[in-house]
């Protein structure tokens, strides 16, 4: 595959399917089904950037509350089809009282849990002059992982270009992963090898995690670990035994969680892996195993200079040296080690491993 078909055209692909979405309406919610009221603040004006990070919280939670069997009604202000806010998400009734600048108002009934209503930081620094012109430069998809990703919705969050560049880059890298693994997907079950085992295991605690994280409206804890699942899938060589199966299932895994936060770039990913049914309608995962996951098990994240390349599910209290032979045989870790003998090994027991070039 060449590198200009890896390509991922983020413009082309959002407008798609923002026109998708808006001919396709959702279906009308069952009688009696629960209802949820998320209301955000209109203003005059256009949209700010803290309008569109209190947009996207609300955007986000509707998603993951519709994947779980909640139906949602949604208030919001115009000018949001650029952020993607208009896929399956029905209006809220005419009339419906919007809250103040910063605040979303949460009307909760049947779901898993009840939160507060969330009071917004507000959003510091440099920030953009024009936001029509940062979503046309980086996409929909990678202003709202920037505005989920630093930090609670709750406190400040301090702006800078860095932070949507690295966003747009993931997106790509996303793209290159769901397009390098799709040829491998459709072979035979199999025994599952010892690493695709522990990889299996990652994809359990992480839908665990995910979901936990979200549920405390924490998506900056659950973007981190989804993109160490994106590394341990990236990492994981196809031609294991058990591999192809494991590897379908972290990605759909991958993009279901990820969905409420890049719903362009998953939409498109999962109609490629095969699936009819539109991403949003899909259920939210389960794992496999028990939720109690094994207490002598740990995961521990491997770094390198600092930066996530891999996970090792190994016996609590594993001694250090025995970790940092593991962690130097990843495949990640030796591709950007190049044999070049690290300085230095910080090892934080039973959580993470970081290797010092």
Excluded at 223 to 248: K, M, Y
Excluded at 305 to 324: I, S, V, W, Y
Excluded at 330 to 341: I, K, Q, S, W
Aim: glycine letters at 6%.
């Amino acid at each position: 595959m060449s590198r200009t078909e890896e390509r991922y055209n983020i413009l082309e692909t959002e407008a798609r399917w923002q026109a998708v979405w808006r001919r396709d309406p959702p279906p009308p919610p069952p009688a009696g089904a629960a209802k949820v009221c998320l209301r955000v603040a209109a203003d005059p004006t256009g949209l700010s950037l803290d309008q569109a990070r209190g947009c996207v919280v609300a955007d986000m939670l509707a998603r993951v509350w519709q994947g779980r069997g909640v139906t949602v009604r949604l208030a919001l202000p115009p000018g949001v089809e650029r952020l993607g806010l208009v896929s399956t998400l029905p209006m809220a009734d005419e009339g419906g009282a919007c809250s103040p600048v910063r605040s979303v108002v949460l009307e909760c009934d049947g779901l898993p849990i009840r939160p507060p209503p969330l009071r917004l930081g507000r959003i510091l620094g440099s920030l953009p002059d024009d936001l029509a012109a940062t979503i046309a430069t980086y996409g929909a998809d990678s202003l709202r992982l920037t505005l989920m990703s630093d930090t609670a919705p709750g406190r400040d969050l301090m702006w800078c270009d860095g932070a949507i560049e690295g966003a747009w880059r993931f997106c790509h890298r996303l793209w290159r992963l769901g397009l390098t693994t799709l040829p491998f997907l459709a072979a035979a079950p199999a025994p599952l090898a010892a690493r695709v085992q522990a990889l299996n295991q990652c994809i359990d605690e992480t839908i665990l995690a995910v979901t936990t994280d979200l549920d405390a409206l924490m998506p900056h804890k659950a973007i981190a670990r989804l993109r160490l699942l994106t590394g341990a899938l990236a990492s994981q060589r196809p031609d294991e035994s058990g591999a192809p199966a494991v590897l379908r299932r972290g990605l759909e895994t991958l993009l279901r969680q990820l969905a409420p936060i890049l719903p362009h770039l998953c939409e498109e990913l999962w109609r490629r892996l095969g699936h009819d049914q539109p991403l949003s309608r899909a259920p939210w995962p389960s794992p496999q195993r028990s939720a109690t996951m094994a207490a002598d098990t740990v995961t521990v994240a491997v770094h390198v200079n600092g930066k996530p390349r891999g996970l090792l599910h190994l016996p609590r209290d594993t001694d250090r040296e025995a970790l940092q032979r593991a962690a130097l045989a990843l495949p990640a870790v030796t591709h950007h080690t190049r044999g070049v003998t690290p300085r230095q090994v910080i090892v934080v027991p039973n959580r993470i491993l970081n290797v010092v070039l």
